[in-house]
């Protein structure tokens, strides 16, 4: 196929929500074979815009329009690429090119359910799976059932999405990244026209995040459908994309190479840490600690397999290590969320050592209360507003205004802006971006201000300034009230920043523990 030919094209698109502009004029086309790169801040447009490409219920523009260039069987109503003479895949009959104005259809005309049918999407931070079925099983749902090859296919996806060695685990004991490649190979299983992809690689590691992101542009090419994707990691822009936008409240403020547009993003983007105080005794200590399940399909499966830390009060350990290594289930296991199959998980709190694996109140229950987590699967309550979500929804008894008070604290410390803070108390979760409410998700764990703040991939969806923000507040959380943070993180440059010390993690051990550019290295050269 001519990949000159456009499969998309985006004319002057304006969209505002409750009178706030949050794209303006944006235009772009994406021809076959292209990928278009989305960059800029939390709350820039990027979603918006993806989710209008989506045909996502809400979404439709103000004004300007939104065309799909495709070839359209009228006799099955199929959809193919806009490649001239060539007959439909799915009957054979003729196709003629057509031109296709999604939100100038009625909400249900075929030609719009069939076109919003050929649309693939992901979107950040959403590991919406069968959680009781099998990672195989998870594939070969979102297959047709009458396809011969529905097998053949759902092995490629797996060694597409790099997971065949997780074919027969139950999604729900999945990894985060390892959930975010499954919703990847389910969404492609879909065989899509048009790929939209918001932070496809947000919360895997460097390594990983690498292979998918080539084998996406090889993906791309190879079948000439054409993909728009939004990230905060230039990195990914610079990798994936034929060409990128930069936005910036809505607002394009510059659009070309990859490279040039990038590089402009970050400038200004500068983070100098700062001798913080000295870390006391042990207050987290794991001796060969073990977290062993059994299932019936694969026997015992080592999660967690001989692990052992010694935290210090005031430290900012950071855990790292590829997606699966066992990082998140070790944090579970020091909060008491997840209790050790054998070994000593331990937490000290006043002068007694209380066992993390041991129920009740007399057991973990002393400790719990003293321990904040962020979840890498976190929520909002979406029916109240953001003010009640981090005061009486999370359980917080105190005055009004206090609560208040301390709610625009905590705000101002997770990089709101104070200009805008009032207005952002009395905002609804689906009002904000998912960068906004991953950091009011944050604000939770700080407002009840707890001795220990576990956080599991904290700036997985974050753009590089908001990290220095986030950063900061975690040195100043530290400095200020004695905090000790325990970090799950692939952001390489955040771990780097923000931790004194790292443990690397490869199939549920501990490699090394040392200073993170030493742990990082050693990272980088197991890869």
Sequence with gaps: MDESVDLLTIENVTKSFNGRTVLKNVSAKISAGKVLGLVGKSAAGKSVLIHMIRGSEGYGPDSGRLLFHVN???????????????????????????????????????????????????????????????????????????????????????????????????????????????????????????????EPTGTLDPHTSAIIHKRLVDYVQKHNICMVMA??????????????????????????????????FMEGYRFEKEQGKDAGGSLIVLENAQKHYFSVSRGVVKAVDGVSLDIKEREIFALVGLSGAGKTTTSRMIAGMTPATSGKVAVKIGDDWINMSEEGFAGKGRATPYIGFLHQEYSLYPFDTVLQ???????????AELAKMKAIQVLLSVGFERKNVEKTLYSYPDSLSVGESQRIAFAQVLIKEPKIIILDEPTGTMDPITKVIIAKSVLKARDNLDETFIVVSHDMDFVLNCCDRAAFMKNGRVVDIGPPDKIINEFNKDQ
């Design 72 to 198: 359209h069987c009228p006799k099955c109503g199929n959809m193919d690429l806009p490649f001239p003479g060539t007959p439909c895949s799915k009957c054979g009959a003729e196709s003629a090119a057509k031109q296709i104005d999604y939100w100038g259809l009625k909400e249900y005309d075929p030609v719009r359910q069939e076109l919003k049918g050929r649309i693939a999407i992901m979107i950040q931070r959403t590991f919406a799976l069968f959680g009781d079925k099998s990672v195989v099983e998870n594939i070969l749902e979102a297959l047709d059932p009458a396809d011969p090859k529905r097998v053949e296919k759902a092995v490629e996806l797996l060694e597409f999405v790099n997971m065949t060695h997780r074919a027969t685990h139950i999604a729900r004991d999945l990894s985060g990244g390892e959930k975010q490649r499954i919703v990847m190979a389910r969404q492609l299983a879909k065989e899509p026209l048009f790929f939209l992809a918001d």
């Design 231 to 264: 990230s905060h990691w230039p990195e990914a822009i610079v990798e994936m994309s034929d060409h990128a936008i930069w936005l910036d409240s809505g607002n394009v403020m510059m659009e070309g190479k990859p490279e040039d547009v990038t590089a402009k």
């Design 389 to 399: 979500n981090l005061t009486t929804s999370i359980g917080m008894k105190m005055p």
